[in-house]
């Protein structure tokens, strides 16, 4: 039992304790969605509210400079046919337009075209450790560049470091984003690495770098046996463009095994 005076005081300024965000949202719903259903799943409803609010709204403050916030495809998120962004999970990421080694880079002479690689490559990397994946499009829109530069620089980056950058088209194997394919069977077929290796190491899970494998292994097949590109195109089920690309794929592993870099008898094809 409450004392007269603690009741008094609690009638009198208990109120002002109502007066936040999550008190305004379940007000909201009560009124506005009456059947949506009673306290606890208002409660549950408005607490994730209050979270996502957090998620997608930190204070500034945690922001350095040359910093800004973007919102990125989950990397978990599996895109499909007719998907559209609003039914897509999308995650804030933080990410540095500008560093202080952008700064001395430009200040030591490097060119222009040098420091947006890197910009564009720290850009992939610092959105796909917070577990999102930027398209091309966000790259170019963060940038102010269009499409074919970004897409040329992604492109010479990779290829200069002989590394697969995590954005949407290598992670979700989206677009026209090959050169990943030939990078996975590179490692597993000439390096001969693990699948789990190949899939750390370029961002993929271990079931694409597998399929990857083993369409390589079909087109090559269908190849050898005397197929040409539609016919292989047709058998395998996969599209002319990567037929090609598997077939210059198989070429560069012939290269090497002339060149004596791999064992060609244990080529599982």
């Known amino acids: 039992m409450m004392a007269p005076k603690a009741r008094y005081l609690d009638a009198r300024f208990g109120p002002a304790l109502k007066k936040t965000f999550s008190s305004a949202l379940a007000a909201f719903i009560h009124k506005e969605f009456p059947h949506m259903g009673g306290p606890i799943v208002v409660d549950l409803f408005v ?14 403050s945690c922001l350095k400079m040359g910093q800004i ?10 895109p499909c046919y007719g998907k559209t962004m609003d039914r897509t999970k999308v995650v804030p990421v933080i990410l540095t337009l500008v ?35 930027l398209a091309v499009a966000d790259l170019a829109l963060l940038n102010q560049m269009t499409i074919a530069p970004v897409s040329r620089h992604l492109r010479a980056y990779q290829e200069e470091n002989d590394c697969i950058l995590p954005y949407r088209g290598t992670v979700h194997d989206m677009g026209r984003a090959i050169t990943h394919k030939a990078q996975i069977c590179k490692k597993r077929v000439i390096e001969k690495k693990s699948v789990s290796e190949t899939a750390k190491e370029t961002h993929h899970t271990p079931e694409a770098v597998q399929r990857y494998e083993v369409n390589l292994n079909r087109v090559l097949f269908c190849l050898q046996k005397g197929l040409n590109i539609e016919e292989s195109s047709f058998v395998t089920k996969i599209s002319k463009n990567l037929v090609i690309e598997y077939q210059n794929i198989g070429q560069e592993i012939d290269k090497a095994k002339q060149q004596g870099d791999i064992d060609f008898d244990e080529l599982p094809f």
């Open 47 to 60: 607490k994730r509210l209050e979270t996502m609010v957090r998620e997608f709204f930190p204070p500034t």
């Open 69 to 78: 916030l973007w919102f990125a495809v989950a990397k978990e998120e599996k």
């Open 99 to 133: 560093s202080h080694q952008d700064i001395k880079s430009r200040i030591d002479g490097l060119p222009w075209a040098k420091i947006r690689r890197q910009v564009i490559a720290r850009l992939c990397q610092e959105a796909y450790e917070q577990g999102g994946v």
